[in-house]
């Protein structure tokens, strides 16, 4: 009698609703190019880098070629593409690697997304091509040592207008892809009407500007984030986002860039599911693979579900992106639900790996840690919920 061949398995599969399908043939067709760059070029690379706290800039001349700089802004040499597609590459980035899905984020929605949305056509047309090429990459600079989730509230960062310059002195702290990159958009209180305003700064040649990588991070490592010290800075007014008056322009910028973490925090638990089920299927204990006992199977098919509850979550907020209806507190209901949810997910995943749900090598200790920084970056849980609670109740708990 021949041997039995052996039983073939259903392969891993995150979007078990085939949220995808909803793209047109063309955006799908970049999805496909998103796939395929982050499991041929980065899979291979990723737990290396991780290990080290080092972005891999071997990557990038191919991260280039995908041509999705600007995506979701038409124009300006930008990608353009629907909300869905913003959010699906999101989820196609982060489903391999959190590090990379924020240094785009960094880079294409905040920096990038400033200056299409409170900037004036000239600054547009100036500096938008050559970032969405990528051969000027950004970071956006909010952040300062003292002031975390109170940005909203007293920056110290300072700007003074003399003529037709500013002097802008102060600290940013975490800002990602600032010890290396090109252009920082930096936030500062004007000192003369006490207002927030964003500057266009090239880091590199301008004096005064410093930068310090910090050490020791236990998540996204390889996010490369950076202490900047601004010590009289001079930006002239011409890099002065001209539509950027008060800190309510700020915070359209983080409104997109919100809902586009929720789309991080669900490719993360989609890449930490995939990971955990493929090993399920081949890790044997009691001589059977570990993924034919019940508990196992319990813990995946929650898992599961807690990513579903994300993917249609998020959908939904991008189809009110692309209408122009989306609200700061859907926004921030959506980071703060999906990034919970992610931190339940992933230590699932954790879990059904035993020991080895800790060593960078399986890949799911990455996304482990990887989700505590989506849970407290964009705005913690806690101010995501604070901006529900004013909206439901009426009444402001901020402070
Ligand atoms: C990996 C990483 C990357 C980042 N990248 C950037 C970047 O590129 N650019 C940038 O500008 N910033 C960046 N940040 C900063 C990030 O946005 C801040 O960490 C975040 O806003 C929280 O600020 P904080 O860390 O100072 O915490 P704090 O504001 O000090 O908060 C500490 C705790 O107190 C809670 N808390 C604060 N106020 C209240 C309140 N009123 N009611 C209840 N609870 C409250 C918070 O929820 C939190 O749990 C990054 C952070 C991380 C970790």
Known sequence: MLAKAPKQLPTPNSDFYNFAEALN???RAILQKVRTFMESKVTPIINKYWVE????????????????????????????????????????????????????????HLAMGS?????SEEQKQKWLPPMARLEKIGCFGLTEPLVGSG???????TA?????????????????????????????????????????????????????????????????????????????EANRLQGGNSFRDTARVLRGTRYYVGWEATGCQM??????????????Q??????????????????????????????????????????DQQAALSKAFTTAKARETVSWARELLGGNGIIADYNVGRFFADAE??????????????????????????I
């Open 286 to 327: 009691f001589g059977k693979p570990i993924g034919s006992f019940q508990m196992i199977q319990d813990l995946l098919a929650k898992m599961l579900a807690n990513i579903v509850a994300c993917q249609c979550m998020v959908v939904r907020t991008a189809r009110l992106a692309d209408e122009g209806k989306l609200t």
């Open 115 to 119: 200056i299409a949305l409170d900037g």
């Open 53 to 108: 706290d080092a972005f891999p800039f071997e990557v990038l001349p191919a991260f280039k070629e995908l041509n999705i700089g600007g995506l979701g802004y038409e124009g300006h040499g930008c990608a353009g593409g629907s909300q869905l597609l913003v959010g699906l590459v999101g989820i196609e980035m982060a489903r391999v690697d959190v590090s990379i899905a924020t240094f785009f984020g960094v880079h294409s």
């Open 271 to 284: 890449g930490a599911y995939e990971h955990a089920l493929k090993y399920a299927q081949e890790r044997l």
């Open 25 to 27: 043939g063309d955006e």
């Open 151 to 157: 940005t909203g509230g007293g920056l110290t960062t």
């Open 160 to 236: 003074k207008r003399e003529g037709d310059t500013w002097v802008l002195n102060g600290q940013k702290r975490w800002i990602g892809n600032a010890p290396w990159c090109d252009v920082s958009i930096i936030w500062a209180r004007d000192l003369d009407d006490n207002q927030v305003k964003g500057f266009i700064v090239e880091n590199k040649t301008t004096p005064g500007f410093s930068v310090e990588k910090m050490q020791n991070k236990i998540a996204l490592k390889v996010v490369q984030n950076g202490q900047i010290t601004l010590k009289d800075v001079r930006v002239p």
């Open 373 to 398: 920084a989506l849970y407290s970056y964009e705005g913690t849980y806690q101010m995501q919920n604070l901006i529900v609670g004013k909206a439901i109740t009426g009444f402001s708990a901020f």
